[in-house]
Structures are given as structure tokens and as C-alpha cells.
């Protein structure tokens, strides 16, 4: 029998490629969808997810759908956030639902915390009030309560990732400026396998919220307890761990 299709969108980008990369290994039925083309997978899906036929086109017969693409953040509201964030999310929830998927993994933000990090030292945990930076992690507020709006009515699995630092191609220096920001770091190979166990392993609830971020140096920023249990995943990586010593190194 041939694998379930995953379906990725985001798939060209930094996590996106990361995800792919650990999907395709482990032997996945994978399908990209983004505006560019996508490298390393047999189907990539050129679109935007401002097209809802677009959208609806990548979902078919996907068993799971991880939703990556988005403005990765913040950025002006009107012409990035809402059609990359808030339309486009609103055309992938309805593609995953009508292609009768099972899961779905939302890429969500450890900033959707950002006030209480920088004023708490506890390790923060999922179930705790939300303080989102700004209007991309308000943005990201709304995805969860969506996608849990979504796992009620319509019965599917629906894991909302609060992710890490998992630096695009530029930013390696400003995390190896900031001590807080090594905690947060998230390596492209613990995503990878973050998101296979998010698609894949076998949960009992409907929907939860989880942390996903490497192993901390100094102090465990979010509590990655809920993720472990839930998914039975955790973090093998740290600071800068799969990350090229020229991309933090200062020059
Ligand atoms: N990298 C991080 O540190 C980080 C942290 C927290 C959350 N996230 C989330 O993870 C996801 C992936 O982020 P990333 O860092 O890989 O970003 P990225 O910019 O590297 O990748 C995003 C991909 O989505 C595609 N995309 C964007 N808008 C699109 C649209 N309208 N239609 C089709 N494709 C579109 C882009 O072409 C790009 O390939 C995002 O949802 C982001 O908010 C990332």
C-alpha cells in the first residue's frame, strides 16, 4: 500500500524545506504547494493561497495537510498579513475539509507569548493566556482558535505548533547575538522531525496546542512537556546545531 499524502504548503521555505527534506526520508507521500517551486519533492504545486481553486487542487486526496506558508512575520496588515495569514488560512481549512483530511498541523508562534517571555522566567505552558507581540501573532491567535473551531465542527485533528526560532537565511546572527534567542532556537533537522511526528503519530485528542523549539542553553523559555506526551517527540538539537558556522559566525 502506498503512503497517505501530505500535503505541505510553504514547502519552498526555510521551514518548509526542513519538513520536506525529513518527510521524503522517511519514505512520505509528500506534495508541496507554493507560490515558487519546491525542490526535492515529486509534487510541487505552483499557487497561491490567496486561490481557493488553487488550494482546493494541492488538498486533494491529502490524509494530512501541514500549513507553513504564510507572511513569516510581522508585516503591514492590509496587504501581507490578511491575504497571506488570514484569507489564505481561511482557503486552507476549507481545502483540508473538503479533501476529508484527518490532520492538520497549523504553524503557529512562540510569539503569540511574546509579553509574558520577556516578563517571566517559568518555563510557559500552552494552556496560558495569550500576550501576541503584534498583528502577526494576533493573526497566528486567530489560526489557533480557528483550527480549533474547525477540529470541533468537523471532526478532524487539528495541532497548532508554536514554534521556535528556526532562522531564515540571514537572521543566524541576530540569535547568536541574543542570549534568550538560543533558547528559542529551533534547528532545521528538530523541525523536521517535529512536524513528521505532528502529521503522523497517533493522538487521541482533537485538538491541542503544542511548543516546539531545541533544546534550551540557558533556561527552558516554553514547556515542551505537553509535546512529548502528546506527540512523542522531542528535541535532539541545540544552539547552532545544523546551522553553517560562516551563517553565525561574525564575519
Ligand atoms: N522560521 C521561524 O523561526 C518561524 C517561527 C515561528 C513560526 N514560523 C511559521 O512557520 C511558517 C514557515 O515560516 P518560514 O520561516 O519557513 O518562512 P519562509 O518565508 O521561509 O517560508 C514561507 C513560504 O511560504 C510561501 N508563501 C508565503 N505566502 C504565500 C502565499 N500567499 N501563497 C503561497 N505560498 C506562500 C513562501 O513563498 C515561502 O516559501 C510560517 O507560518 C511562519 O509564520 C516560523
Redesign the pocket.
Known amino acids: 500500500m502506498s503512503p497517505a499524502l501530505i500535503l505541505v504548503?510553504?514547502?519552498?521555505?526555510?521551514?518548509?524545506?526542513?519538513v520536506v527534506k525529513e518527510l521524503v526520508a522517511r519514505g512520505e507521500r509528500v506534495r508541496g504547494?507554493?507560490?515558487?517551486p519546491?525542490p526535492g519533492v515529486a509534487e510541487s504545486h505552483v499557487?497561491?493561497?490567496?486561490?481557493a481553486d488553487a488550494v482546493r487542487r494541492a488538498a486533494e486526496g491529502a490524509r494530512a495537510v501541514i500549513?507553513?506558508?504564510?507572511?513569516?512575520?510581522d508585516a503591514d496588515f492590509m496587504s501581507e498579513i490578511l491575504?497571506?495569514?488570514i484569507i489564505?488560512l481561511h482557503h486552507v481549512l476549507e481545502a483540508t475539509r473538503l479533501a476529508g483530511a484527518k490532520r492538520l498541523v497549523?504553524?503557529?508562534?512562540?510569539?503569540v507569548n511574546w509579553w509574558q517571555r520577556e516578563r517571566t522566567e517559568h518555563a510557559i505552558r500552552p494552556d496560558e493566556l495569550p500576550t501576541p507581540r503584534y498583528w502577526?501573532a494576533a493573526a497566528?491567535v486567530f489560526a489557533e482558535g480557528i483550527g480549533q473551531g474547525y477540529s470541533e465542527t468537523h471532526g478532524l485533528t487539528v495541532i497548532a505548533?508554536?514554534?521556535?526560532?528556526?532562522?531564515?537565511s540571514g537572521?543566524e546572527r541576530e540569535v547568536a547575538a541574543l542570549d534568550w534567542a538560543k533558547d528559542l532556537y529551533?534547528s532545521p533537522g528538530d523541525?523536521g522531525r517535529f512536524f513528521h511526528a505532528a502529521a503522523t503519530a497517533p493522538v487521541k485528542v482533537r485538538f491541542a496546542v503544542v511548543y516546539a523549539t531545541s533544546r534550551h542553553i540557558l533556561l527552558p523559555r516554553f514547556d515542551l512537556g505537553p509535546t512529548r506526551q502528546l506527540l512523542g517527540w522531542s528535541p535532539q538539537d541545540q544552539w547552532p546545531d545544523g546551522l553553517p558556522p560562516e551563517s553565525y559566525q561574525s564575519a
Open positions: 504548503t510553504g514547502s519552498a521555505g526555510r521551514v518548509g524545506q526542513a504547494l507554493d507560490r515558487v519546491t499557487g497561491n493561497l490567496t486561490d500549513h507553513l506558508a504564510a507572511t513569516p512575520d491575504p497571506n495569514n489564505g497549523l504553524a503557529s508562534t512562540g510569539q502577526y497566528k505548533a508554536r514554534l521556535g526560532w528556526c532562522p531564515r537572521q529551533l523541525a
